[in-house]
T-cell receptor
Framework: GQNIDQPTEMTATEGAIVQINCTYQ??????LFWYQQHAGEAPTFLSY????GLEEKGRFSSFLSRSKGYSYLLLKELQMKDSASYLC????????????FGTGTRLTVIP | DVKVTQSSRYLVKRTGEKVFLECVQD?????MFWYRQDPGLGLRLIYF???????EKGDIPEGYSVSREKKERFSLILESASTNQTSMYLC????????????FGPGTRLTVL
């Protein structure tokens, strides 16, 4: 089976940096995705990691360590519009390559 | 601009009614998915499809069925709605290979009274 764990809520200040962690256990790891979901809206794709290391995309970066079953999403220069839920999802090739989602981390950015 | 659309944003039905939720994608994606999203439980996969007329059960298929008669359209059917099916329903699509990230529709908030 799959087990994905991420913090339920986080709060950070505008302009700061925040790191959202995700740990996972899966039998057939085949990639990790981060999605952003604003309240009442659809999740939107942020990043994808399949090899160890850091992937940077503007203010957002995502890191993966397959040996530790660990990923994090790093958000720099936080803006108020970054207040949203951030979903960690693991693709499992033993599960027909489908995605298995964590429960999400609700980030609140305060002035 | 890629797009996944769902037939309704909000829907209110009564217990025992048959409910159809429609999803259409314009990206020529092979894969389509139906999830439900509940507080504290995250997204859970109900059914998915890799091709026309093909369907596979996800993690929570009980009480649901699906139909995929055309590549772009994937329907979720609640044969006899129950109050525990009150939820946000999200449709998604993706390519069959490569990074194949999923693109989500706006969701349907279904309330069963």
């Amino acid at each position: 089976g799959q087990n994905i764990d991420q913090p339920t809520e986080m709060t950070a200040t505008e302009g700061a940096i925040v790191q959202i962690n995700c740990t996972y256990q899966t039998s057939g790891f085949n990639g990790l995705f981060w999605y952003q979901q604003h309240a009442g809206e659809a999740p939107t794709f942020l990043s994808y990691n399949v090899l160890d290391g850091l992937e940077e995309k503007g203010r957002f970066s995502s890191f993966l360590s397959r040996s530790k079953g660990y990923s994090y999403l790093l958000l720099k220069e936080l803006q108020m519009k970054d207040s949203a839920s951030y979903l960690c999802a693991v693709r499992d090739q033993t599960g027909a390559n489908n995605l298995f989602f964590g429960t999400g981390t609700r980030l609140t950015v305060i002035p | 601009d890629v797009k996944v659309t769902q037939s309704s944003r909000y829907l209110v039905k009564r217990t025992g009614e048959k409910v159809f939720l429609e999803c259409v994608q314009d990206m020529d994606h092979e894969n389509m998915f139906w999830y439900r999203q509940d507080p504290g439980l995250g997204l859970r996969l109900i059914y998915f499809s890799y091709d026309v007329k093909m369907k596979e059960k996800g993690d929570i298929p009980e009480g649901y069925s699906v139909s995929r008669e055309k590549k772009e359209r994937f329907s979720l059917i609640l044969e006899s709605a129950s109050t525990n099916q009150t939820s946000m329903y999200l449709c998604a699509s993706s390519r069959l290979s490569g990074r194949n990230e999923q693109f989500f529709g706006p969701g349907t908030r279904l309330t069963v009274l």
